[in-house]
């Protein structure tokens, strides 16, 4: 056979091929008679000539010829073809009414009803889009394509539980698949089913064993999971791949001390800061390190308190890690644990100030002035010229009441070091108690030369002055600021709206102290404020109360009591 001869016999094969396209249940093809064999034949003829226009992106000329055809026979196949057409030209209304006219004539056909579920994707009506897949998976449960497609949509749709179920079972149809994978991970980690995202990645490690990024991702999944073995090998398994990076080598230290293998992790410790060795204090500031970050991470809480539970056994004369270990007694709320291991760091520090002052604060935080008192004299006989010695001294004497004593520890540690602006905003507050104003006054503008913009030193002096009636106008400016510097304070708000009260601007004042409220709602003071502001406003119900609602927080407060009555009485 020539090749002329070859190239009719695929002509033949290939107009075939068309007339079975075009040719459908509902079309007449079937039928006998000569003229419906011509009318076919000229359909065909210009089915033809629009699927060659088409091919050559003359989507016009395809669209004419289309419709011709369809004036001797109204096949799916071209109102399928010429929907495809429109759908080209982005005209998806105009091609949703052709291919419904071709599922019409052939309602379960799968290209058909594939090319409206891809027209309403396009008009981004998703969930017809999703009743036209189902039904396509209902005729064929295997259509892999289909399934993929039914799950997108069900993601976009923000229908994960329906979307996982089509994954699984393309999953389980065709085996691991990549992007199908990944979109399980995604679904899984979003309802937090981190069993479940650990298989998914599992699986996806075994397509690509050698990626970095996947294993990092299953590593610290393994933590969230509490398989800290399983991430213990990950790790170093990246570590091997990339013993540069930094993150995996932290983690695994991190691990190495959960683990108790602190050997291990202080030598890896000391690859990451490329020392030879590490030494008492090095070991001292990774536990430091930890105990730092343990507010924001639970696990590290119980690093630090190894690490310096293992430094306590293996430097005894040093008083650091009793300091630590009574600190994380403190947060563990370990009372009875706390008070041996500060006397013991005590005994410990002869030669550092740093453990009286750390422990004194302490004390104070532990609302313990006795022996925050008892440190701070400790350490000012060793250390008499360390100020923050006599600062400490001094909270812990205002918190038993001696307020005059506490004043001369002030003062002594202002003597010492004249711009600690922590013990300056202290004192002006202790003379201002004591009604010495002026004296009051005095430190506050020394303590501003210093730190002009001190947002609590202008909040205190600003609030001493309002609760005085003095210079409201100047303590207002230095409200602003302070507010300014910290918009989300509390207290400041209370101040600046506790000032605006004072000057009688009572809906300045309201708004700020609701402000103050919203952030904390169980402020005595504030309330009592608020209560006097709807008083000025002569708001007399919500006066009363918010006055009442501070007397639950302050049940002692006899001057409201009296407020309140007086107001009930008028």
């Given amino acids: 056979m020539n090749f002329k001869s070859k190239i009719n016999i695929l002509l033949l094969i290939l107009s075939l091929a068309f007339i079975a ?90 290209n058909y009803l594939e090319a409206l579920a891809n027209i309403y994707i396009a008009k981004k009506e998703f969930l017809s889009a999703i009743d036209v897949y189902e039904k396509i998976i209902r005729l064929d449960t295997n259509y892999t394509y ?17 979307a996982i179920i089509i994954y699984e079972k393309i999953t389980n149809k065709i085996g691991y698949d990549f992007d199908v994978l990944n979109k399980m991970y995604d679904i899984y980690i979003g309802y937090k089913d981190y069993p479940k995202a650990i298989e998914t990645l599992e699986s996806l490690q075994k397509l690509d064993p050698f990626n970095i990024m996947i294993k990092s991702i299953l590593a610290s999944l393994y933590l969230k999971n509490n398989e800290q073995d399983k991430a213990r090998k990950v790790y170093e398994e990246i570590f091997v791949l990339n013993p540069d990076n930094k993150e995996v080598q932290t983690e695994l230290v991190k691990i190495y001390f959960q683990q108790n293998e602190n050997e291990m992790a202080f030598e890896n410790f000391r690859k990451m800061l490329g020392k030879d060795s590490l030494g008492f204090w090095e070991k001292v500031q990774v536990g430091e390190v930890y105990f730092n970050i343990s507010s924001q991470d639970e696990s590290a809480k119980d690093i630090a308190k190894n690490i310096f539970t ?71 006989e060793k250390f008499p010229d360390d100020y923050r010695l006599y600062y400490i001294k001094g909270l812990a004497l205002q918190n038993k009441g001696n307020n005059k004593d506490a004043i001369s520890a002030f003062e002594k540690a202002i003597e010492i070091n004249p711009e600690d602006l922590n013990s300056l905003s202290t004192l002006a507050l202790a003379y201002n108690t004591e009604g010495n104003y002026k004296r009051s006054n005095e430190i506050y503008e020394a303590a501003l030369k210093l730190d002009p913009q001190n947002p609590l030193l202008l909040n205190n002096y600003a609030y001493n002055l309002s609760e005085r009636n003095e210079k409201l106008d100047e303590a207002l400016e230095m ?84 407020k309140i009555n007086q107001l009930k009485i008028s």
Wanted: proline share 5%; aromatic share 12%; charged share 25%.
């Fill in 21 to 110: 396209l075009i040719s459908g249940p509902g079309s007449s093809y079937s039928q006998n008679s000569q003229k419906n064999v011509t009318d076919k034949e000229r359909s065909l003829g210009y089915f033809i000539d629009g699927k060659t226009m088409e091919l050559q992106n003359n989507y016009i000329g395809a669209i004419e010829n289309f419709r011709e055809a369809l004036k001797y026979d109204k096949s799916p196949g071209i109102y399928y073809a010429l929907a495809e057409v429109y759908y080209k030209l982005g005209k998806p209304d105009k091609a949703q009414v052709e291919i419904n006219k071709a599922l019409k004539i052939n309602p379960e056909d799968q």
């Fill in 479 to 562: 409200a602003k600021i302070a507010v300014d510097r910290d918009p989300g304070n509390a207290s400041y708000l209370d101040t600046i709206g506790w000032i605006y009260f004072k000057l009688g601007k009572y809906k300045a004042a309201k708004s700020n102290i609701e402000k103050s409220l919203e952030i904390n709602p169980n402020s005595a003071v504030v309330l009592e404020h608020l209560g006097d502001v709807y008083n000025g406003m002569k708001d007399y119900s919500n006066a009363v109360k918010y006055w009442k609602l501070s007397l639950e927080k302050n049940p002692e407060n006899s001057s409201l009591k009296e």
């Fill in 310 to 380: 293992n430094l306590n056994e293996d430097y005894p004369e040093q008083w650091i890690p009793y300091y630590y270990l009574g600190v994380i007694d403190i947060i563990n709320n370990n009372s009875a644990g706390y008070p041996s291991k500060f006397e013991k760091a005590l005994q410990l520090a002869d030669t550092s100030s740093e453990a009286f002052v750390n422990i004194g604060l302490a004390y104070i935080q532990q609302n313990d002035p006795e022996n925050s008192l008892k440190t701070a004299e400790m350490g000012i």
């Fill in 146 to 162: 289909g399934l993929y497609s039914l799950a997108r949509l069900y993601q976009e749709m923000k229908m994960p539980a329906k």
